[in-house]
């Protein structure tokens, strides 16, 4: 899942790719040795060294069986709890796949096809198009080409949402692009599918439900019993990942503990914790057309495979020399230089996931990393293993961390601009309160300010870039935002800096 929470005007981890491995000159049958899995731990800790990754886990798959499964570092800073092979983590849009392998299994069931129509299976389904509306399959909604884009800020609200909130909310998106021609990643849409999937199951859409479907029909069989969708912690015993970040004014790189929100009702794209080891059992299943590590066969291999069948094109804004780059359903497929991979990587503040497989090589990797800058570990992990696997110069870590360094320049850059001070309460009240849409301005007893939403905090601090009342969001996933308070009118506002505009927010009184 990609967190859309706030632009930021700082490219931290906006340089991270969309890709996964781009080896060159590519030997015959690489095989997963013994010295390939040592070096491969070894590039595990010199990346999580150097990105100041708190902990990580990694399994890899060949031949359809687990051949490495390791934990690295702390899965709590605070505790020193140790990140093993079965602390649970959250895994992101990696959950988009298990929904796609959902709906394959009642495509076999004739229950739904790939290219039912939405409104045929959810009647209060519709966007901002009539004819849009009916055009629209099954298949679209998990293909992110309906050209429908999400807002910026409903992901604030989808630990509150519905079923019927969430159709609410994509029924109001605007059309940016071509039907089946433009790109556009999509949570909200994508989660419908799970309800498609649902309601052709015979049942009312609803979260529990979905989570329902999900246990019986995946879970249990592949064998994945530390896996479930939640958003309550309490249900995850003691052993799972803390997420972290660093804050921008922070120049010695620490990780600090940053927020977990909810996912709610957009569990369908990216609600699920799981294991690696949990995870090596279902990349198995997928790697294996279908058939569990025990030998069961939950869902037809044509169904799945076309899960995996490349429909719209990505961007190729990316520095490497990729060639069709394409989104399916819940798997993005490239070749570079002649190799085929296989991937869906995930996100959500703190939490990084990445699934490869190397179809080739009949190969598989899952990695997790608990913090902000996990996208770029993770990437360069991938890469690294890559060039083990065929044979290759390494050279994958020598480019992430030049992009990641570059990074560091701006945000050193920034840094400077910030004052070194603590806010005063009294000076400062003008601003503080509630506002609009539930936000709100708050000051601590540290001396901090904070911009809240729910579950969602934001610390602040004043930048003279963008005026006398300008402040730069510094944490939780957030940092580089831009926002700016209007004081010269009665009620005070708040402006809060977007992509593609602002919002702006009174003071309520």
């Known amino acids: 899942m990609k967190n859309h929470a706030f632009h930021r005007l700082i490219l931290l981890i906006a340089v991270v790719f969309a890709v996964t491995l781009a080896p060159v000159g590519a030997q015959d049958s690489p095989q997963v040795t013994d010295n390939l899995l040592t070096a491969f731990s070894a590039l595990i800790e010199s990346e999580m060294d150097y990105y100041h990754i708190p902990g990580m886990a990694a399994v890899v798959i060949a031949d359809g069986e687990i051949v490495y499964t390791q934990g690295f570092g702390v899965r709590d800073l605070e505790s020193g709890a140790p990140f093993t092979t079965t602390t649970r983590f959250r895994i992101g849009s990696t959950t988009k796949s298990m929904t796609s392998l959902l709906v394959a299994q009642l495509v076999d069931e004739g ?11 959810l009647p209060d389904f519709a966007t901002v198009d009539p004819a849009l509306t009916a055009q629209i399959t099954v298949r679209d909604l998990m293909g992110m080409a ?92 003691d052993n799972f990942a803390y ?9 010695t790189l620490t990780p600090v503990r940053t927020i977990n929100p909810a996912i709610g009702v957009v569990a369908p794209s990216g609600g699920i914790w799981s294991t690696v080891e949990d995870m090596g059992r279902y990349l198995i299943t997928q790697m294996n057309g279908g058939v569990t590590p025990d030998g069961g066969r939950i869902v037809s291999a044509e169904s799945l495979a076309e899960t995996w069948k490349p429909g719209v094109p990505l961007p190729d804004d ?21 190799i085929p991979v296989r991937y869906h990587d995930g996100g959500w503040t703190g939490y990084y996931t990445q699934m490869v497989v190397f179809p080739d090589a009949n190969v598989g990797l899952i990695l997790f990393a608990n ?35 570059s990074s560091l320049v ?31 301005v708050a000051w601590h007893a540290d001396g901090t300010l904070w911009l809240v939403y729910g579950d969602w905090t934001f610390q602040i601090v004043p930048f003279p870039i963008g005026g006398e009342n300008a ?39």
């Open 146 to 237: 309906t050209g429908l884009e999400s807002d910026v800020l409903p992901s604030f609200d989808w630990g509150a949402w519905s079923v019927s909130d969430l159709l609410a909310a994509v029924a109001v998106e605007s059309q940016a692009g071509e039907f089946r021609q433009y790109y556009a990643y999509n949570n909200e849409v994508y989660a419908l599918a799970g309800y498609a999937a649902v309601a052709a199951a015979g049942q009312e859409p609803s979260l529990s439900a979905y989570t329902a479907l999900l246990q019986e029909r995946l879970f249990a069989p592949v064998g994945m019993t530390s896996t479930l969708v939640t958003d309550d912690t309490s249900q995850l015993g």
């Open 371 to 405: 913090s902000t800058v996990g996208a770029l570990s993770n990437e360069s992990l991938v890469y690294g293993f890559g060039e083990l696997l065929y044979g290759l110069e390494p050279q994958a870590a020598e480019v992430i961390r030049s992009l990641y360094n």
């Open 410 to 440: 701006q945000l050193g850059m920034v840094r400077t601009m910030i004052p070194a001070t603590t806010l005063d309460a009294e000076t400062d009240a003008r601003l503080m309160g509630d506002y609009e849409g539930g936000w709100q």
């Open 318 to 338: 990316v520095p490497l020399p990729i060639a069709d780059m394409a989104y399916g359903m819940g798997w993005v497929t490239l070749n570079y230089q002649g």
């Open 111 to 121: 229950l739904l096809d790939w290219d039912t129509p939405v409104t045929a299976i």
């Open 471 to 509: 402040y730069l969001v510094i944490n939780n996933g957030a940092a580089g935002t831009l926002v700016t308070f209007d004081v010269e009118n009665d009620p005070v506002a708040l402006v809060i800096q977007l992509p593609d505009g602002e919002i702006r927010l009174d003071k309520l009184p």
């Open 243 to 251: 997420p972290y970040d660093i804050p921008l004014t922070d120049d």
